[in-house]
């Protein structure tokens, strides 16, 4: 099949400089949440139209599999797939999504281009309790003689605008999608014949079902599992409204797989997230990008984790924010502890309060509890960094590397000033400022000697005499 996405509105209800498209739903544009739902269908062709401004929106996507078609200025639904034409493939039927509609499902898709098959005018409709502003399904009755539809309704018959539909027609409850699909041939000749002549002067798509209708070719009409598939975004409070309940889908996927989520009501998910077995998610965590987590892995309240790989059996603490890092198995991070791209630490690791690593690799075992900088480092197994501690990794100019052997220990407030390298079994003396190699298995303090006074008198302030 071809794909049309219609993505040229302006989207003025967002009061936004941001073309409507873009902005986002669980962390992915309203664009790219359609444009991978048409590409799991495997069409020949997408072709995305984009209005005014709509650089930004082609810069966003652009992919060698999308063809883009600019509409100004945008004269409605009509006009916009006309700008397609060019592009499409007249031997398989044309199916025509919407920009701003992100969370259609493809299996609906794929039920809905079934149901058309090769010379069939397919359409999704849904039945709102409120059906305000959408295009009413007028539907005739079931010619005698033919066998009724299983669900009892009689054969479409065109599709009337709210603006143009009379208090009868705006009475009926099922509503036009937008979402259709149209053998080629025909959606050309058809897209010919329309005219603008209804009380927004606009080139009506649905106009096209009436001309179906009156030439025979059956109006096949599929509706979606659940009505939030054909949920369309004009304003920020109804893209609030989407991302909760597509939050809650995927927080209900994953109870489903059996991970336990303190509250399915406050986690998000901007991505893939892919726990094990007998995985705890305490509340307010977000997800972004890729992550896993391997199986009883427990994440503490109101963590932010980001393309991000867990161990078994590690548990984080509350308030950690984890951004590209590999954690091993049975580690504890946090309270309070920020892993940054790069950070890949090995099994039964810890890392503690206020702790920042980043770009460093800790072996196992290894241990910075309390208030650390670990940037630029390698660390082998067993070491202790004590708190307060930190690798001095940039001189202004250039980063250089920390080198910290197997079994190091390394006492509090120390720093590091790389290039440096702290030899196996080392230990550094709290306080130190380590400016070259310390050498394996031996104490190096670089502090002042303590020494004291005895005859030291503190000052005591002079009295003030008062004046006469
Ligand atoms: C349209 C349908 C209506 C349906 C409703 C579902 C028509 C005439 N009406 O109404 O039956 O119930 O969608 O939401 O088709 N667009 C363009 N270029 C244009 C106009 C629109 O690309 O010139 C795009 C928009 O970006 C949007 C989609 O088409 O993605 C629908 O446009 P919108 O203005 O929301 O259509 P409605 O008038 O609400
Ligand atoms: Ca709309």
């Not at 690791?349 to 940037?375: C, D, Q």
Request: net charge negative; glycine share 10%; with cysteine.
């Amino acid at each position: 099949m071809n794909i049309v996405v219609l993505a040229a509105g302006m989207g003025k209800r967002m009061r936004s400089d941001l073309p409507k498209v873009l902005h986002r739903l669980a962390g992915r544009s309203l664009l790219a949440h359609v444009v991978d739902t048409s590409r799991t269908l495997a069409p020949g062709r997408i072709v995305v139209i984009h209005g005014h401004g709509g650089e930004r929106v082609r810069a966003a996507l652009d992919a060698p599999d999308l063809a883009w078609a600019k509409q100004e200025p945008q004269l409605g639904t009509g006009h916009a797939v006309m700008q397609a034409l060019p592009f499409l493939d007249d031997a398989v039927p044309t199916l025509i999504l919407y920009g701003d509609v992100p969370l259609t499902r493809a299996d609906t898709l794929r039920r809905l281009v079934d149901a058309a098959g090769a010379d069939r005018f397919g359409l999704l409709t849904v039945d709102l309790a409120e059906p305000d502003g959408y295009g009413r399904i007028v539907r005739g009755d079931t010619p005698p003689g033919d066998r009724p539809s299983e669900d009892g309704r009689g054969p479409v018959l065109r599709i009337v605008e709210h603006k143009d539909a009379s208090s009868a027609e705006r009475a009926i409850r099922e509503v036009n999608t937008g979402i259709m699909v149209v053998p080629t041939p025909l959606l050309r000749r058809w897209l010919a014949a329309l005219s603008n002549d209804n009380a927004q002067r606009e080139y009506y798509l649905t106009d096209i079902v009436a001309m179906a209708v009156a030439e025979g070719v059956p109006v096949a009409a599929v509706q979606p599992a659940a009505e939030w598939e054909t949920l369309g975004v004009n304003s920020p409070a109804q893209l609030a409204q989407l991302e909760r309940i597509h939050q809650r889908t995927l927080a209900d996927t994953l109870l489903e797989a059996g991970v336990s989520l303190a509250d399915p009501a406050r986690i998000d998910v901007r991505g893939s997230l892919v726990a094990g077995r007998d995985c705890h998610i305490d509340v307010n965590c977000v997800f972004e990008g890729t992550v896993v987590l391997g199986d009883r892995v427990r994440i503490g309240a109101n963590c932010v984790l980001r393309d991000t790989t867990v161990g078994d059996g590690t548990e984080i603490l509350p308030m950690c924010h984890v951004d590209s890092a590999a954690v091993g198995a049975d580690a504890r991070i946090g309270p309070f502890a920020r892993l940054r791209p790069g950070t890949r630490l090995a099994d039964d690791t810890h890392v503690g309060n206020f702790v920042e690593i980043k770009n460093t690799s800790l072996g196992a075992h290894s241990k910075a509890n309390h208030l650390a900088y670990v940037g630029d480092a390698v660390v082998g197994e067993r070491v202790n960094i004590g708190a307060g501690t930190i690798t001095c990794n940039y001189d202004g100019a250039n980063k250089h590397v920390t080198v910290i052997e197997d079994d190091a220990f390394i006492g509090s407030d120390t720093q590091l000033v790389a290039p440096v390298t702290v030899g196996r079994g080392a230990t550094l003396g709290a306080g130190t400022t380590l400016t070259r190699d310390a050498p394996a298995g031996q104490l190096t303090v670089s502090r002042a000697r303590q020494t004291s006074l005895p005859d030291w008198k503190r000052p005591v302030k002079t009295p003030k005499i008062p004046k006469e």
